[in-house]
């Protein structure tokens, strides 16, 4: 699978015009983004980076509908929205799974739909049929703490892409994840959205993350976090392991890490 071209005549899926925001702290104004401004291309990967404390999440609440920002604009598919314009027209998924833990997994998996206004019974057919996919046959009437971290991701993003909607913002969906759980699901994702395709926006600390997942990355600054550095990403996805260990990786790694200010000096281009 390769990225939608944003140069091949179609518009972009999503669009983000100069957007600022600030927030008030013990009565203190804190800007907290800055004419933030980028696009999506339809089935485009993009990941965003960035310190702590740089807008990361703020940016998705705003994208999604969640927070107005103070100046800016968001487009989707071309057309200029407001935030109540934009609440329920993408799928976003946080770093917590949010599983109500009184609801078994199917039932978990359903609720979107139900929300949506499909009947209980119906919902719970749908997802049934997702779960061999999403590696959770078996564990249908499982309750969240009957059930591994991995595996309550897994019921999240299921939950997440049975809303129907094409653009998805995730925000640090494997961080609480160990290191060997968290690669599992990072292929696992990638071998996903090779299936059921979908314009993806992630949020993730993980710079070795974003390499591996993402057709483009963002690099926001220190807060007010603006967009300093892009990161284009050639290799086709689904990509394999061996790619981690390949010298293209290690040279956007070391890249990346130093416009984060974690490295000395940035590696040749």
């Not at 104004?29 to 740089?54: A, H, K, M």
């Not at 990638?190 to 390499?211: M, W």
Request: glycine letters at 8%.
């Amino acid at each position: 699978m390769t990225a939608a071209s944003i140069e091949d005549g179609d518009r972009p899926a999503l669009e983000a015009i100069d957007l600022t925001a600030t927030f008030v702290e013990d009565r203190r104004r804190l800007q907290v983004l800055r004419d933030v401004t980028f696009n999506l291309g339809r089935g485009e990967f993009v990941s965003i980076i960035g310190p702590s404390g740089s807008g990361k999440t703020t940016l998705l609440d705003i994208l999604s509908g969640l927070l107005e920002p103070d100046s800016g604009s968001v487009l989707l598919d071309g057309v200029a929205t407001t935030a109540t314009g934009r609440l329920g027209r993408m799928a976003y998924m946080h770093q917590r799974d949010l599983l109500l833990p009184w609801r078994m997994a199917i039932d978990n998996a359903a609720l979107g739909l139900e929300v949506q206004g499909m009947a209980r019974s119906e919902a719970r057919t749908v997802a049934r049929k997702q779960f061999p996919a999403f590696g959770l046959q078996g564990f249908e009437e499982r309750y969240p703490a009957q059930l591994s971290g991995g595996m309550r991701q897994r019921v999240a993003f299921l939950r997440t892409l049975l809303t129907g909607q094409p653009l998805l913002l995730l925000d640090e969906p494997f961080g609480a994840l160990d290191a060997m759980t968290r690669a599992t699901s990072q292929r696992w994702l990638q071998a996903l959205l090779a299936e059921h395709p979908r314009t993806v926006l992630l949020v993730t600390h993980d710079v070795e993350e974003a390499i591996f997942l993402s057709d483009r990355i963002l690099v926001l600054s220190e807060r007010p976090g603006t967009i300093r550095f892009i990161e284009a990403i050639d290799e086709q996805r689904p990509r394999p392991r061996s790619f981690l260990t390949s010298p293209a990786f290690s040279t956007m790694r070391a890249r990346l890490l130093a416009e984060l200010g974690l490295v000395d000096e940035p590696a040749p281009i």
